[in-house]
């Protein structure tokens, strides 16, 4: 049985850091591309970063360029999601999620987290 | 970036009608690379339909996506309770995959 399960959310100040972890079981880890996906509260989703199977390829969403950055460990079979300058705005559940196809950087997402709630607050 | 609208926004329907929710994007998607989530209150999304019209392991066939281009559509022809619910289609085929503002389907 696949499972994601995130870590590392909080609350947090304003331009503090926080690292989101995922860790994932029931398939082989690293086959598989994987994103960190959003969600304020009572919003809709946004896609926020992915990572390809071996780190190859990696991508942001404009909002987060240059103070996220996504990483894996294969042989711990974990993701993570590093989070610096945090804004009021990043507060959200953050999901990890798996990419359906193996080898592909993109796809759609078949599996997903229970989510991880990130607060930021002063 | 590909921008994708969603609608309508809400939904208002009754067990055993049919549901059919639009979405549209800014830009041709490429490969037929739009999927449909499903999420309830409290969860996570559940993958329903990927390149527009497959089916995802285990969904029922009440559930069917068509479409291509820049013109897609969910339709569930015979609401069950457990489908009211808000869904999202999302766009994979360019970075970033974007994903609509959601389409809430609740009882009427």
């Known amino acids: 049985e696949v499972q994601l399960v995130e870590s590392g959310g909080g609350l947090v100040q304003p331009g503090r850091s926080l690292r989101l972890s995922c860790a994932a079981s029931?398939?082989?880890?690293?086959?598989?591309?994987m994103h960190w996906v959003r969600q304020a509260p009572g919003k809709g989703l946004e896609w926020v970063s992915g990572?390809?199977?071996?780190?190859?390829?990696?991508d942001y969403a404009d909002s987060v360029k240059g103070r996220f950055t996504i990483s894996r460990d294969n042989a711990k079979n974990s993701l993570y999601l590093q989070m610096n300058s945090l804004r009021a705005d990043d507060t959200a559940f953050y999901y990890c999620?798996?990419?359906?196809?193996?080898?592909?950087?993109?796809?759609?997402?078949?599996?997903w987290g229970q989510g991880t709630l990130v607060s930021v607050s002063s | 970036e590909i921008v994708l609208t969603q609608s309508p926004g809400t939904l208002s329907l009754s067990p055993g009608e049919r549901a059919t929710l639009s979405c549209r994007a800014s830009?041709?998607?490429?490969?037929?690379?739009l999927a449909w989530y499903q999420q309830k209150p409290g969860q996570a999304p559940r993958l329903l339909i990927y390149?527009?019209?497959i089916r995802a392991t285990g969904i029922p066939d009440r559930f069917s996506g068509s479409g291509s281009g820049t013109d897609f559509t969910l339709t569930i022809s015979r609401l069950e309770p457990g489908d009211f619910a808000v869904y999202y289609c999302?766009?994979?085929?360019?970075?970033?995959?974007?994903f609509g503002g959601g389409t809430k389907v609740q009882i009427k």
């Open positions: 999620a798996k990419v359906r196809l193996a080898a592909l950087p993109r796809g759609a997402l078949d599996y």
């Open positions: 999302q766009q994979y085929g360019s970075s970033p995959g974007t």
């Open positions: 990572i390809s199977w071996n780190s190859g390829t990696i």
């Open positions: 830009q041709r998607v490429s490969g037929s690379y």
């Open positions: 390149s527009a019209s």
């Open positions: 029931g398939f082989t880890f690293d086959d598989y591309a």
